[in-house]
């Protein structure tokens, strides 16, 4: 039996029902837009009036346009807009302020020039919990729902949009417990195995069925009475150490009391430019290319993630109050942006995030505006986005300086909550590309707004173009924004033995076993 959950409403549903489907009249909606990412930034270049973009620069270094990697070259415009000077010129000095007036007109530039805004008519999403499973992570029980959440596609049925989850809960703590939700490739973790007598009558009725497809595999199973093509994985192992800072940060969670849950962004919205007319945006926009000012792709992930949150806050074993979001790469630009639009976000761990996320669009360092606005990552941003790579248009050519805002915006509009800013080292993967420093910049930029909604910055000084980097695995962990670059590769791994108390202290939770 399927669960039907339309926020305030439960249904009962079979299986059966679920799977009827009605034909479709495709002559009643609008025609469905195919076109490649090509296509589709050209048409976009097109309505901003723009004939030119400026290429990107190459990561490998031996090219000749090889990105920047000169420090004394990375600062062409170094003064950063000020994140407490309203766009009329008065200083921002009191929470009311900041809460009122300046955050407001910083979400409305994001919003038009970077992530794209949400439409007026997005669709609810029913999530189905599709399977519940009672599991084991290593010696520590757990209740695993794989979930899916099914989009209202009433308005254009051409397009359907279904978001894949999966909800993991420790067993054997008290709660409702903390989750940390993570941008990825969903999975039960240990799928509960049949016993040896149930195994038994799957593995008859198995070779009974392949006998009756091939009658030539009677004489192969004959020939080998004893084998099973059918076999268990192996089962708990209640004598394995306790997870260390090298196991899997999931299993670092659920040893902690926390629960976890991970969504797929590719069920949310394609990551490429020739799917923005499917998904949720092409579904909003009825198969129709985007205006300069729609939301992109990580708009679309960040939404996603606030879906599922809604789902969390039905869960009785989930404290709704104390949810995190987390992501590496691109899923940390989308992870951030989940944190700064939506504030019932507790904390966010934003991992490795470059460019889009917490590195500064100014810094001509590795990764360049001029990257996110090519054919190969131009979907992630709002169309807008593409008129500071412009070599020629109607308008002139502009560059990341005459951006309105900064990633160091970005991160003040997460204040006062936990946000930790991970990064690992270029020697181990984690490139240059992604210039740690201009995160670094944007990381100590934000603190001013901390301080002022009475949250505690990295701890050092408020000047970004003088504080040194920390060396590697320095932590500045003591406040609500946080800062650490640990010695492995493009992920945050290594840093969740240090996210995961840090977090547990400032959300004022205690692991108490049952």
Same mark, same amino acid.
């Given at each position: 039996?399927?669960?039907?959950?339309? *926020?305030?409403?439960?249904?009962?549903?079979?299986?059966?029902?679920?799977?009827?489907?009605?034909?479709?009249?495709?002559?009643?909606?609008? $025609?469905? @837009?195919?076109?490649?990412?090509?296509?589709?930034?050209?048409?976009?270049?097109?309505?901003?009036?723009?004939?030119?973009?400026?290429?990107?620069?190459?990561?490998?270094?031996?090219?000749?346009?090889?990105?920047?990697?000169?420090?004394?070259?990375?600062?062409?415009?170094?003064?950063?807009?000020?994140?407490?000077?309203?766009?009329?010129? @008065?200083?921002?000095?009191?929470?009311?302020?900041?809460?009122?007036?300046?955050?407001?007109?910083?979400?409305?530039? *994001?919003?038009? #020039?970077?992530?794209? @805004?949400?439409?007026?008519?997005?669709?609810?999403?029913?999530?189905?919990?599709?399977?519940?499973?009672?599991?084991?992570?290593?010696?520590?029980?757990?209740?695993?729902?794989?979930?899916?959440?099914?989009?209202?596609?009433?308005?254009?049925?051409?397009?359907?949009?279904?978001?894949?989850? /999966?909800?993991?809960?420790?067993?054997?703590?008290?709660?409702?417990?903390?989750?940390?939700?993570?941008?990825?490739?969903?999975?039960?973790?240990?799928?509960?195995?049949?016993?040896?007598?149930?195994?038994?009558?799957?593995?008859?009725?198995?070779?009974?069925?392949?006998?009756?497809?091939?009658?030539?595999?009677?004489?192969?199973?004959?020939?080998?009475?004893?084998?099973?093509?059918?076999? $268990?994985?192996?089962?708990?192992?209640?004598?394995?150490?306790?997870?260390?800072?090298?196991?899997?940060?999931?299993?670092?969670?659920?040893?902690?009391?926390?629960?976890?849950?991970?969504?797929?962004?590719?069920?949310?919205?394609?990551?490429?430019?020739?799917?923005?007319?499917?998904?949720?945006?092409?579904?909003?926009?009825?198969?129709?290319? $985007?205006?300069?000012?729609?939301?992109?792709?990580?708009?679309?992930?960040?939404?996603?993630?606030?879906?599922?949150?809604?789902?969390?806050?039905?869960?009785?074993?989930?404290?709704?109050?104390?949810?995190?979001?987390?992501?590496?790469?691109?899923?940390?630009?989308?992870?951030? /942006?989940?944190?700064?639009?939506?504030?019932?976000?507790? &904390?966010? &761990?934003?991992?490795?995030?470059?460019?889009?996320?917490?590195?500064?669009?100014?810094?001509?360092?590795?990764?360049? /505006? #001029?990257?996110?606005?090519?054919?190969? #990552?131009?979907?992630?941003?709002?169309?807008?986005?593409?008129?500071?790579?412009?070599?020629?248009?109607?308008?002139?050519?502009?560059?990341?300086?005459?951006?309105?805002?900064?990633?160091?915006?970005?991160?003040?509009?997460?204040?006062?909550?936990?946000?930790?800013?991970?990064?690992?080292?270029? #020697?181990?993967?984690?490139?240059?590309? &992604?210039?740690?420093?201009?995160?670094?910049?944007?990381?100590?930029?934000?603190?001013?707004?901390?301080?002022?909604?009475?949250?505690?910055?990295?701890?050092?000084?408020?000047?970004?173009?003088?504080? @040194?980097?920390?060396?590697?695995?320095?932590?500045?962990?003591?406040?609500?924004?946080?800062?650490?670059?640990?010695?492995?590769?493009?992920?945050?791994?290594?840093?969740?033995?240090?996210?995961?108390?840090?977090?547990?202290?400032?959300?004022?939770?205690?692991?108490?076993?049952?």
């Amino acid at each position: 039996m399927y669960k039907y959950l339309t *926020f305030g409403l439960l249904i009962g549903l079979s299986g059966g029902a679920m799977a009827q489907q009605t034909a479709i009249d495709s002559s009643k909606y609008p $025609r469905l @837009k195919t076109f490649t990412a090509v296509q589709d930034q050209a048409e976009m270049m097109q309505q901003l009036g723009i004939k030119k973009l400026r290429p990107g620069p190459s990561g490998n270094e031996a090219d000749p346009n090889h990105a920047n990697y000169d420090e004394s070259k990375a600062e062409p415009c170094p003064q950063l807009p000020d994140v407490l000077t309203t766009h009329n010129g @008065k200083k921002v000095t009191t929470p009311d302020q900041w809460w009122k007036q300046r955050r407001p007109e910083l979400i409305e530039d *994001f919003e038009r #020039e970077m992530y794209g @805004k949400l439409p007026a008519n997005l669709p609810k999403v029913n999530w189905i919990v599709k399977v519940t499973d009672n599991e084991f992570v290593g010696r520590i029980p757990v209740i695993a729902k794989q979930l899916i959440g099914r989009v209202d596609n009433s308005a254009y049925p051409l397009i359907n949009v279904n978001i894949n989850m /999966v909800l993991v809960l420790p067993q054997n703590v008290k709660g409702p417990v903390p989750v940390m939700m993570m941008l990825g490739f969903p999975a039960l973790p240990a799928p509960a195995q049949p016993s040896p007598t149930d195994l038994e009558k799957i593995n008859i009725a198995f070779k009974e069925m392949m006998i009756k497809s091939n009658p030539e595999m009677k004489a192969i199973f004959d020939h080998y009475p004893a084998y099973a093509p059918i076999t $268990r994985l192996p089962g708990a192992n209640f004598f394995a150490p306790p997870p260390t800072g090298d196991s899997p940060p999931t299993e670092q969670l659920l040893a902690a009391g926390w629960g976890y849950c991970t969504i797929e962004p590719g069920s949310i919205q394609a990551d490429n430019g020739a799917g923005l007319t499917r998904g949720i945006i092409g579904l909003v926009n009825k198969g129709q290319p $985007r205006k300069p000012d729609d939301w992109g792709a990580l708009r679309a992930w960040a939404w996603g993630a606030s879906r599922a949150l809604d789902y969390l806050e039905t869960e009785p074993q989930v404290n709704a109050k104390q949810v995190g979001v987390e992501g590496v790469s691109r899923y940390g630009k989308a992870a951030l /942006v989940a944190m700064a639009f939506d504030q019932r976000f507790a &904390l966010g &761990l934003i991992g490795s995030s470059g460019k889009g996320g917490t590195t500064l669009q100014r810094r001509i360092f590795g990764e360049a /505006v #001029e990257s996110l606005a090519g054919s190969g #990552e131009y979907h992630w941003m709002a169309g807008n986005y593409l008129k500071y790579a412009a070599a020629e248009s109607s308008f002139g050519p502009k560059t990341g300086c005459d951006l309105p805002i900064d990633s160091h915006e970005l991160l003040a509009l997460c204040a006062p909550r936990p946000t930790f800013v991970s990064y690992g080292i270029p #020697e181990k993967g984690d490139a240059k590309w &992604l210039d740690q420093m201009g995160s670094y910049k944007a990381t100590i930029a934000a603190g001013p707004v901390f301080k002022l909604l009475g949250a505690r910055d990295l701890g050092v000084s408020n000047d970004y173009n003088t504080e @040194k980097m920390p060396d590697v695995l320095t932590g500045l962990t003591n406040g609500e924004l946080a800062w650490r670059q640990h010695n492995g590769g493009h992920t945050d791994a290594p840093n969740f033995q240090y996210v995961i108390p840090w977090a547990s202290k400032l959300l004022k939770y205690e692991r108490i076993a049952k």
